[in-house]
């Protein structure tokens, strides 16, 4: 299947920013608000590995149990990956970042600034209130090193812009079946929202869905949904494609449960809030098993998927701690389930691959 999208790779992103003078601000896994960074003219660029970077740098700074992702990043840092970064923001989503936060601002205190941000385990509206102020807090933390007051109308402007992005992302995923993509390239341009403007973003959705076919695709064999953390490392998607499956969901945290809600409040550091707290159901988000596994029989039901594999990262609790019910519920369900566990900091093993062709064979 042809690119005719032109996918830009985030090497050519961060080059770019480059050399236009264009600054960007580095930011660790899961949740915060884009909108709130490019208020400060500042460029989101996540960081979800990268994958298959050498752990060396970081391991004496981390426990031997720390996850990969955390591993890779560090390491990157450390290794002067993100010396060009204006700063480094490290949301608290899970205990091993939280880590990571200290491990900055304690031991290695690097020349960019690093930030952190907390985010909140519930949805209550005291919880929207706490959040909300923690982004105050932050745009005065960005506010120091930009030497810019972003106005609220100027706020507003830029969380509806990411807003229409979220909403062309769930179009693309709603037409997945119909869009004439391997679930590598299908990824490669999901994942682009990690690191291109909201408006680039939306505009290469839009192009996509003006490309699909009108009639579902005919080589979807088997339709899977996909759950856990990051789809990494990346070639298991290729395995994916040769053994005739498709991901018509996506349930991973960097992308589907990253589909925040459009929100109105007058208030733009409570819209932000209340829209991320308003995501899909997330381990990261404290929610229940059961609205986890209410959220997969939804999607695995409207989208007719035949099964749910959860690609999870090696260490990643967060997670592991949802999966022995969320499979039992969905196997209960007639929903076949595989979990893959995977190091982002090594190539795909031969064992995956092969644990991956069977699952395919066995749905059919
Ligand atoms: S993979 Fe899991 S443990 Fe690691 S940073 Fe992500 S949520 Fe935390």
């Not at 949740?31 to 660029?45: F, I, K, Q």
């Not at 601002?105 to 209550?124: A, E, H, S």
């Not at 030497?147 to 969380?159: A, D, N, W």
């Not at 690191?195 to 192009?207: G, I, M, S, T």
């Amino acid at each position: 299947m042809s690119d005719p999208l032109n996918i830009p790779s985030r090497k050519e992103v961060l080059s770019d920013y480059q050399s236009s003078g264009q600054d960007f601000v580095a930011v660790y896994p899961i949740h915060y608000h884009r909108a709130l960074l490019r208020a400060h003219d500042l460029m989101p660029v996540e960081l979800w590995g990268p994958s298959q970077y050498s752990t060396t740098s970081a391991d004496a700074h981390l426990q031997a149990y720390t996850c990969s992702v955390v591993r890779c990043g560090l390491s990157f840092a450390l290794d002067g990956g993100l010396e060009k970064a204006r700063a480094i923001i490290v949301p608290h989503s899970c205990d091993s970042l939280q880590g990571l936060g200290s491990v900055f601002l304690d031991f290695i205190q690097p020349k960019t600034p690093v930030l952190t941000l907390y985010v909140p385990r519930g949805r209550r509206e005291m919880d929207v209130e706490f959040f909300a102020r923690e982004l105050m807090a932050l745009d005065k933390s960005l506010a120091k090193i930009t030497g810019k007051r972003p106005s609220e109308k100027m706020l507003h402007s830029f969380i509806d812009n990411e807003q229409k992005a979220d909403s062309a992302m769930e179009a693309v995923l709603n037409n997945r079946i119909r869009i004439p993509m391997s679930n590598r390239q299908f990824y490669e341009l999901m994942r682009t929202r990690q690191y291109v403007a909201a408006e680039k973003f939306e505009k290469l959705a839009r192009d996509t869905l003006e490309s699909m076919q009108q009639d579902n695709r005919t080589d979807c064999s088997h339709k899977l949904v996909i759950s856990g953390l990051v789809p990494e490392p990346a070639e298991l998607l290729s395995v994916m494609d040769d053994a005739g499956l498709t991901v018509v969901w996506d349930d991973t945290a960097c992308i589907g449960r990253r589909i925040y809600p459009e929100t109105d409040d007058a208030d733009p550091y409570v819209r932000m809030a209340r829209s991320i707290l308003g995501a899909p159901p997330d381990s990261a988000l404290g929610s229940s098993v059961e609205a986890r596994l209410a959220h997969l029989l939804d999607l695995t039901r409207n989208k007719q998927a035949q099964g749910v594999v959860f690609w999870s990262v090696k260490f990643c609790e967060p997670e592991l701690f949802y999966l022995p019910q969320l499979s039992r519920g969905l196997e209960l369900a007639g929903i076949r389930t595989l979990l893959l566990e995977v190091d982002i900091s090594e190539p795909a093993s031969a064992q995956v691959q092969t644990r991956l062709e069977a699952f395919a064979e066995s749905l059919t």
